[in-house]
């Protein structure tokens, strides 16, 4: 069973992308969890609605429309940051430095509460504010807490099958396997194969076949060395595929890549030979690399022009980003995931910075700066671009008047410094703004700037019915737009009690709903409860554990405040090991746990190399003298101490300094921070912005307002954004050839016409029955894509098990059975008579009746054996079958090693002794050709080469029979 659900980016003009699969036996998966420009938190209700049931997430690319909302989900949504969540390692590190910059540049990213939260949580909301939203904020996460986040992803690397682990609250996966390919779009960005049982399910949204400067083509056709003919095995033939359609109905440049740069850098040089200056928006760390990287490289090949007549060599370049230090530096680290010839480009900066360093070991003293400007650099070790993190200096650069290039974030033009620049440019004539994508719609009617630019230029430009339409100028004069100005200001009046009611609501059901498992409020003492409560049961006259979910809305706020000050009759049990010089406790008269000495198991953290390696662990005595005399000498504050109170915005700290996390997460960041070596904390805050003078501390609101921008400058688009066209769809369906085809990720017109096209395309010359199914569903709307098999799941009784004989293939388990099916007992199994000792076991293990631990009633059928009254009639009369998949090359190397030759002559022929040539058709027929001569082997006493190749290909395969 496979269902597919579009929550976000389904016919919709918005770019945000959220997907739910949901798989036999409970399995719900979501895939990415993307926010657009709007930042509305009603976006989001539906992930929110589905947490508590999710297995584990994937993330697929570093952009907002693909992992916005991630750290909004961790910080406000209750569970959210316990669910297992996977990624590539560039994801993982560009996508934190990405919302780092999204929350640093506009406060809109931290959401508005809504009107229905605070009608629902404030009892006082109507006769206050008279109906009207006061516009207050969430609270944002803070640059540490987004590192620490994206500290609990998994990274993992392309090709590399993984079996994920299950969230707490999540069904056994039952071998479910993801594998992440190259999708080319963005670093690291990715086409994600799940595999469960029949199902096998392509998730490719945003993905690019061509390949750039900086990023390799998808890995459809296998990338270099394969030949490029046919589709990975993988992902070949899936039971269902997800593909995007966003982009499939724009023009296209012919030529490509050659021509695209061509052209943008046709209009830099006429811009800034006319004295103007251009600004290119993009994000801050997907496709901004790849226009980066052109330019540096084209003003390093104008450098080296002697004539002197270019018109670049004394224009700079900025690029604008409060993150782009640290992106940059997350970039030169992951070069193996680029392009081949990068590797190569930086292999070769490696060896002549080598040489310059022996030079100068050589007495040949310090390099002049005319040398060190001649020197190879690495990639991405920018010499002609700068770097601007601080609104001071963007504002610095933009107050000047000569010509310059701009690379800002975001595309857009919503927030970041794009925002600011075309502000600053918009007014002079001589001013270029290039358009790399086309951007999406906020929400409802709502154009955004960049929309709104987009579709000027496409008016224009569609009217000026030009050759070569996608590279044209046009001229906006006379056209104004309204663009939105946000200011953030203190709470005031009235807004202060009901953002104080709000939060009251939100922590009486993170704690009563949720229980103790929320991620806001847990803590050590919490996780402690829960290992315990865990690991055993208590009978039905047992009520302590449950006093939590009973205290009413002070109680419980009371309770969460002062989580760490319980009292003794509160912890029971736990006093034993929870107070220090306690060593009596009366069970007299008390029942199931509380007559039980506590125990807490600490569990080892290993992976299948052996245990986590923790660097504190084998730290020298002097540097864990030093590091214990700063904490001394710094002291620790008193509201940090347990049992003191801090107000409602304030974020507990510890000794160290760090932000107080719950003890699994703060266990899971440093065993993933040690394990794969990221450096969220340092990076963070290094690449942290500078003070906002305008930064309001404490509760805070925005003020909308708007102005009127008069367009003077011209605009052109120069599709940069790095996804697959709809030729490219044609081409590849016939080769991938999926059995269900879903469209997702593209607005209503282009999703239905390439619908038509992919009908025409899978379903030439084949009949009705044999049909492809396309779905274009919209958000929401779920699609059943299940495999088109009569398979079910069933138990095997123990009498079966006992007769199975398994024979191996490949790693997998084969056996034929024959046996009788049997539904389930809706009733337990019948209890035994047994000694006192196991009655008072039954008795301890049994739930209070109306418990949420209760068990459900296992209805899965039983596959039982053929009673011996029956077995005759019934028994199974089929021959004996040969399971598996042989490999032409495995049998060359197999009769090599038994003394024999083995050559391919041909296509798909192997020849053995030059008598025996084995052919395998494309169905997966193995065909064995021996003639005379390879009946009888004229160098060997032994029989024929002929049958020593068939016992060889028998050997290879499992024989499975059904007499069991």
């Known amino acids: 069973m496979f269902n597919f659900t579009p929550l976000l980016g389904a016919q919709s003009a918005s770019t945000a992308s959220q997907s739910l699969l949901e798989f036999d036996g409970g399995i719900k998966v979501l895939i990415d969890v993307g926010w657009d420009e709007s930042f509305d938190v009603e976006k989001l209700k539906e992930i929110e609605k589905h947490v508590p049931t999710l297995s584990f997430i994937l993330l697929t690319h570093a952009t907002t429309a693909h992992l916005g909302a991630f750290a909004h989900c961790c910080k406000h949504f209750p569970l959210f940051t316990r669910i297992p969540v996977y990624a590539t390692i560039p994801v993982v590190s560009l996508g934190r430095t990405l919302l780092q910059d999204l929350y640093a540049s506009t406060p809109l990213a931290s959401s508005i509460i809504s009107t229905d939260a605070l009608t629902e949580s404030a009892y006082s909301y109507q006769s206050f504010m008279n109906g009207n939203n006061p516009n207050i904020l969430l609270q ?46 963005t670093l690291g960005g990715t086409i994600w194969h799940i595999q469960h049982g029949m199902e096998s399910v392509v998730y490719a949204v945003d993905w690019n076949q061509a390949r750039e400067h900086v990023l390799s083509g998808a890995a459809w056709l296998g990338g270099p ?5 046919e589709v990975l095995e993988q992902l070949r ?35 800034v030979g006319k004295g103007g200056s251009v600004l290119i928006p993009s994000d801050s760390s997907a496709r901004i690399l790849e226009l980066a990287y052109l330019l540096e490289e084209t003003w390093q090949k104008e450098e080296i022009d002697t004539d002197g007549s270019s018109s670049l060599k004394n224009t700079r370049i900025y690029l604008a980003s409060r993150t782009g230090g640290a992106t940059m530096r997350y970039v030169r680290s992951m070069l193996e995931w680029m392009e081949e010839g990068i590797v190569k480009e930086f292999e070769t900066a490696s060896g002549a910075q080598e040489a310059q360093e022996q030079k100068r070991t050589r007495g040949h003293g310090a390099s002049s700066k005319a040398e060190d400007d001649q020197a190879v650099r690495a990639p991405f070790d920018f010499k002609h671009i700068t770097l601007l993190e601080r609104k001071s200096k ?24 794009s925002k600011d620049a075309i502000k600053s440019l918009a007014s002079d004539e001589r001013n270029l703004i290039v358009l790399t994508e086309r951007v999406g719609e906020k929400a409802g009617q709502e154009k955004g700037l960049g929309r709104y630019l987009w579709e000027l230029w496409n008016e224009q430009s569609a009217s000026a019915r030009q050759e070569s339409p996608s590279t044209a100028v046009v001229d906006p004069t006379g056209n104004q737009v309204v663009i939105q100005s946000v200011q953030v200001a203190p709470l005031e009046g009235n807004e202060l009690p009901i953002y104080q009611q709000f939060l009251a609501r939100q922590r009486q059901l993170q704690t009563t709903l949720q229980g103790d498992s929320s991620t806001a409020l847990e803590s050590s003492a919490d996780v402690i409860d829960d290992r315990s409560e865990s690991t055993s049961t208590t009978s039905e006259d047992s009520d302590i554990e449950h006093q939590g979910k009973a205290l009413n809305t002070a109680t419980t706020l009371q309770h969460a405040r002062n ?34 000495f506590p125990y807490v198991s600490k569990r080892r953290r290993a992976d299948e190399f052996g245990d986590l390696i923790r660097p504190e662990e084998y730290i020298r005595a002097d540097e864990e003298d030093h590091n214990t005399a700063a904490v001394l000498r710094d002291g620790s504050k008193k509201e940090n101490a347990v049992g003191q109170k801090r107000k409602w915005d304030e974020v507990a700290v510890n000794a160290d300094g760090a932000r107080r996390m719950p003890n699994s997460a703060a266990k899971r960041r440093r065993d993933g921070d040690t394990q794969h070596g990221t450096a969220g904390d340092a990076d963070s805050s290094e690449s942290e912005p500078e003070d906002d003078p305008d930064k309001v501390d404490g509760p805070s609101k925005v003020i909308l307002a708007t102005e009127t921008l008069e367009l003077r400058c011209r605009i052109s688009f120069v599709d940069f954004s790095g996804l697959h066209d709809r030729r490219t769809i044609q081409m590849l369906l016939p080769l ?89 007992a809706l009733d337990g199994p019948p209890k035994q008579e047994e000694d006192g000792a196991a009655k008072k076991k039954v008795k301890l293990e049994t739930p209070a009746p109306g418990s949420e631990k209760e068990e459900r009633l296992d209805t899965t059928p039983i596959l039982d054996v053929v009673p011996q009254n029956t077995s005759t009639a019934h028994r199974s009369v089929a021959q004996p079958f040969h399971v598996g998949d042989m490999r032409l090359a495995d049998l060359r190397k197999a009769m090599q090693a038994a003394g024999m030759t083995a050559e391919f002559r041909g296509e798909g022929t192997l020849v053995i002794n030059g008598t025996v040539a084995v052919r395998k058709t494309r169905t997966g027929k193995i065909e064995v050709d021996g003639g005379a001569y390879g009946l009888a082997d004229p160098r060997s006493t032994d029989n024929g080469t002929f049958f020593k190749v068939r016992r060889k290909i028998y050997e290879s395969l499992a024989v499975v029979a059904g007499n069991a």
């Open 225 to 229: 060395g394969t030949g490029g003919s």
């Open 394 to 417: 963007v504002s610095r650069m933009l107050a000047g008047t000569e010509p310059r290039v701009i690379l800002a974030s975001d595309t857009s033009l919503e927030w970041g410094f």
């Open 736 to 824: 991938i050839k999926p059995r269900k085809l879903i469209l997702v990720a593209g607005e209503e017109s282009e999703t239905l016409d390439l619908a038509e096209e992919c009908r025409k395309v899978l379903n030439a010359g084949a009949s009705e029955s044999t049909a492809v199914d396309v779905y274009t569903p919209t958000i929401g709307t779920v699609i059943d894509a299940s495999v088109d098999t009569n398979a079910w799941t069933v138990k095997l009784s123990r009498n079966m098990v006992r007769k199975l004989h398994w024979q191996q293939v490949r790693g997998l388990g084969v056996v034929a059975i024959t046996g009788r099916l049997e539904a389930a």
């Open 563 to 596: 989580r760490l000050g319980l009292s003794d009759a509160e912890l029971g049990i736990n006093v034993l090991i929870r107070r220090k010089n306690v060593y009596d406790y009366e069970v007299q008269g008390k029942k199931g746990r509380e007559k039980i």
């Open 140 to 185: 944002a996460p803070i640059p540490d807490e987004i590192a620490s986040y994206f500290s609990l992803i998994n990274p993992l690397k392309y090709s590399q099958p993984h079996q994920p682990l299950p969230s707490p609250f999540s069904p056994p996966l039952s071998g479910l396997t993801i594998t992440a390919y190259s999708a080319g779009h």
């Open 237 to 271: 033939r899936p039971t269902a595929m997800i593909c995007s359609s966003k982009r499939s109905g724009l023009v296209t440049i012919a030529g490509q890549r050659n021509k695209r740069d061509e052209a943008l850098l046709f209009m830099i040089r006429e811009t």
